[in-house]
């Protein structure tokens, strides 16, 4: 969840790493905090809350010129976000700094011990124990920090990025990863570290991916991995494919406002070279042969958040599409309810990161039972995609706000992808079957584009509702994930209390929660053919109205049904049921973002949420 920088190189270090943190700033924002080694000493600057007030400490008391640091900035964990728990921490001497993402589960024992041996710790947090363990072994280690951070790592216990800097080697930054991300970025002279490549990104975009249990060594000319034993290790050089532009504003008030803007593109950006010239589907991230996906018996989607709510809906086209039973679990309960896996299980891990912690462990265990696991996911390299057996790239580019929408839309097409492809392999499905459903997703950018242009009203209707204090989301079919992931978002974003119901359970207990002027936000489905599901939602959207709810009805353009039972219609171009989603969830993230601006809210970086969950 926190953000980290380190850099060795000609620059000004500081200015590499305060430009990273801003960068980083959504992983991290209770604090921040630098440590630079100049003219033979460590000099460290913290501060409590966002970045900007790290800036004006550093305007006010200027450090040294340096050409080698390391920075920070903390979700917190262990410690209230103040200024003694910022990173870095440092040992006794002060020589030596530290930063750290994750968590150290036997910090308390760890603790304990250096205490008893003289040390004075002055944070409340489990990060301050590994530097001073680091004091101890950095001359046991005959001044060789990357032997000594070794030596630490294989006494901790937990998930952890670690980064330091040490006066009497000021050439060289090292870094070690147990389950937290870490990434180096490989320059001209100069060499980077962070736990996201957008830190180094404006400098350069070649990286290298670091594995589990890993040392990295970082100096101007060259990069050394090792294993926390000391053997050489190897890791996997890679491009990064997008530019320092894509992750600024571009103009918009929030970063969440342009990832809105930006689905249409992202959605075509997945869908792209995904048919080979023979017109099939042809994932070249699948690593599963067409055999083991035959053998498949049972799937079993696990995610987190926004994520699963998008397997929610996957299920109900793996299911129409595959007819192989699917199953939607949320990966922090998956693992502790033993689960019945195998060799025909195929286990879809849904994560934007790559890094969400709940997910790895749930993806672990699955491989233990021999299931086989396929990842979808939106960033190179990270560590869900190397630790499974095939992966979808969403391709959407990087996502900064917390909230994610570019992220869930594109995890859609993803699925969607996935479930035609299994259907091809299988055989459930016949070519052009697929051919027509990829064609529907092909139109899919221009009608996402469409919605967006019919926003307005949307907004307008958002700021009325401010002062609102509960809103309600109801949905069938599809319509129901969606639902859910209206109400996370204005959760999120808002902090008002918001719920998203099956419609069909309405009369089941949630109906007592209507009262006069209650805002209702009801997702429509197609009302083609003879749609049994539209039909029923309609009445459900009569039978809160007649107890007073304000009726918001996400319907298709011409369905005129609604318009007698609704205070307000929101107009989506037509679609196929399955993949409405697309369409009906857009309105739901604007409406959410526009709330809570108009409520003053920080809405890319919502009160308490980091954008990667990287801690169990």
């Known amino acids: 969840m926190c953000g980290i920088v380190g850099y060795v190189g000609p620059r000004s270090a500081l200015d590499v790493i305060i430009e990273g943190l801003r960068r980083l700033e959504y992983r991290g924002y209770d604090s921040a905090g630098v440590a630079l080694i100049a003219g033979g000493k460590l000099e460290s600057e913290r501060r409590a809350g966002k970045l900007a007030n790290l800036e004006a400490a550093l305007a006010e008391h200027p450090m040294s010129e340096a050409n080698t640091g390391i920075g920070h900035t903390r979700w917190a964990t262990h410690g209230a976000p103040t200024d003694r728990n910022a990173h870095p921490h440092l040992d006794c001497t002060g020589s030596l700094a530290v930063i750290h993402n994750g968590i150290i589960e036997n910090f308390a024992r760890l603790r304990a011990g250096l205490e008893e041996r003289g040390h004075e710790l002055t944070s409340d947090t489990d990060t301050e124990a590994v530097a001073h363990l680091l004091e101890e072994e950095f001359p046991a280690a005959d001044g060789d920090l990357a032997e000594a951070l070794r030596r630490v790592c294989r006494k901790l216990q937990g998930a952890f990025t670690l980064v330091v800097t040490h006066v009497d080697a000021p050439d060289v930054v090292v870094g070690a990863r147990r389950n937290s991300p870490l990434v180096v970025g490989r320059g001209?002279?100069?060499?980077?570290?962070?736990?996201?490549?957008?830190?180094?990104?404006?400098?350069?975009?070649?990286?290298v991916e670091l594995g589990q249990d890993q040392v990295v060594e970082i100096r101007r000319d060259g990069v050394t991995v090792t294993d926390f034993d000391g053997n050489p290790a190897t890791s996997r050089e890679y491009h990064v494919d997008w530019d320092a532009s894509a992750a600024e504003k571009g103009g918009y008030d929030w970063f969440m406002l342009k990832e809105i803007e930006e689905q249409p593109q992202a959605v075509a950006d997945t869908l792209l070279g995904r048919i080979d010239?023979?017109?099939?589907?042809?994932?070249?991230?699948?690593?599963?042969?067409?055999?083991?996906?035959?053998?498949?018996?049972?799937?079993?989607?696990?995610?987190?958040?926004?994520?699963?709510?998008?397997?929610?809906?996957?299920?109900?086209?793996?299911?129409?599409?595959?007819?192989?039973?699917?199953?939607?679990?949320?990966a922090s309960e998956f693992r502790y309810r033993d689960p019945i896996l195998d060799r025909q299980t195929l286990v879809i891990a849904i994560s934007q990161s790559g890094e969400t912690m709940d997910l790895l462990m749930a993806l672990r265990h699955a491989r233990d039972q021999g299931s086989r696991v396929l990842a979808i996911c939106n960033t190179n390299g990270s560590t869900i995609p190397r630790e499974s057996d095939a992966v979808l790239y969403t391709h959407a580019g990087p996502e900064v706000a917390v909230a994610s929408t570019k992220g869930f839309l594109t995890q859609l097409v993803a699925c969607y992808l996935v479930a035609l492809y299994l259907g091809q392999v299988r055989g459930t499905k016949w070519g052009d079957e697929i051919t027509s459903v990829v064609d529907d997703l092909r139109a899919m950018p221009g009608k996402i584009a469409q919605v967006l242009e019919g926003m307005e009203p949307v907004r307008e209707l958002?700021?009325?509702?401010?002062?609102?204090?509960?809103?309600?989301?109801l949905g069938r079919h599809v319509g129901y994930p969606v639902a859910l992931e209206g109400a996370l978002k204005l959760k999120e974003l808002a902090y008002i209390h918001a719920e998203g119901f099956a419609a069909g359970e309405l009369k089941h207990g949630p109906i007592a929660l209507i009262e006069n002027g209650l805002p209702v936000i009801a997702i429509v489905p197609p009302p083609r053919g003879r749609n049994i599901l539209h039909d029923k939602i309609v009445s459900n959207i009569q039978e809160v109205r007649a107890r007073g709810a304000r009726a918001i009805v996400i319907a298709e353009e011409g369905d005129t049904t609604v318009d007698a039972i609704a205070d307000h219609v929101i107009r989506i171009p037509s679609a196929p049921t399955l993949l409405q989603p697309l369409l009906s969830t857009v309105p739901l993230q604007v409406f959410a973002c526009e709330l809570a601006s108009a409520k003053g809210h920080d809405v890319d970086q919502p009160r308490n949420l980091a954008k990667s969950v990287t801690v169990e």
């Open 188 to 207: 001209d002279g100069e060499n980077f570290l962070a736990s996201d490549v957008s830190a180094f990104i404006a400098h350069t975009r070649e990286a």
């Open 277 to 330: 010239v023979a017109g099939r589907l042809s994932l070249d991230e699948m690593r599963l042969s067409d055999e083991e996906l035959r053998e498949i018996d049972k799937i079993i989607v696990i995610a987190c958040g926004t994520a699963f709510h998008a397997g929610l809906i996957a299920k109900y086209a793996i299911e129409h599409w595959t007819r192989i039973p699917c199953e939607v679990e949320l």
């Open 462 to 473: 958002a700021r009325e509702l401010c002062e609102e204090r509960s809103v309600l989301f």
